[in-house]
């Protein structure tokens, strides 16, 4: 079972549908399998869990078209604005990966992205809003520094003031690219200071060393594997 049929073979079954959809998005389910009065839940279903663009991807791959063109018009409608904003969103991710290069931070691409490039099949297929990175706490002005220099600018928005949070339960700083389009979370560790307090501590070497090149990135970024995040958020210390 690859990754992407396991991550999806996984979800719970809170509809009597989500068991047929996640068989039809892996390919372990035959479209033609599926009865005509199953399609229109199904295909809400897959706009509903932001899966409208991959399910229209295996419909593809298996060759196979129903007769009605206007039933797959949201599947469509999905994969364009996808397709368009993961343009964006890659675009901005080199231009922060550039700036990192730079100054030589090393930076990890956590949560939306990581999952988009270890498991679906092609990163655009994955909807995401934002882009997550991490980079040494250590590290962290001069990893702002460059971020503004490269043309982002801090958030309006305040994610920690807005939810009340105090102020050492910060773990990331909002910025948002030149388009406004787009924004990136500069991630500096991953808990708050007293939950890291009560937990295990680990160097970080061995937090990098659970991380994944990009493929065919030649910026030299890093992803750190969704698999490792639940594992990593209990015992790494940034």
Sequence with gaps: ????????????ADSPFIRTLAGLVVGQLPPASIPE??????????????????????????????SDETRWQPLVD??????????????????????????????IWLKGIALAHT?????????????DVLVHSSKLAIAREALLK?????????FFELSGFTKQARHH????????????????????PAIHDRL?????????SQTEDIAGDVLGSSIFPVGRHILAAGIATI
């Design 150 to 158: 490269s043309g982002f600018r801090p958030a309006e928005t305040d």
């Design 119 to 131: 498991h679906y099949p092609e990163p655009h297929l994955r909807p995401m809003v934002d882009l």
């Design 37 to 66: 009065a199953q399609w229109e839940e199904l295909i809400s279903l897959a706009m509903d869990h932001g899966l409208g663009g991959m399910l229209l991807w295996s419909l593809r791959k298996a060759g196979w078209a129903g």
């Design 1 to 12: 079972m690859n990754k992407l049929s396991h991550f999806m073979l996984s979800l719970p």
């Design 173 to 192: 700083e909002d910025f948002v690219d030149s388009t406004g389009h787009v924004t990136l979370e500069l991630h500096f560790r991953l808990l708050a």
């Design 78 to 107: 999905s994969a364009r604005r996808n397709g368009r904003h993961s343009l964006l969103l890659e675009k901005t991710r080199r231009r922060a990966a550039a700036a990192f290069d730079q100054v030589e931070i090393p930076a």
């Design 200 to 208: 295990e501590e680990r160097p970080l070497d061995w937090f990098w």
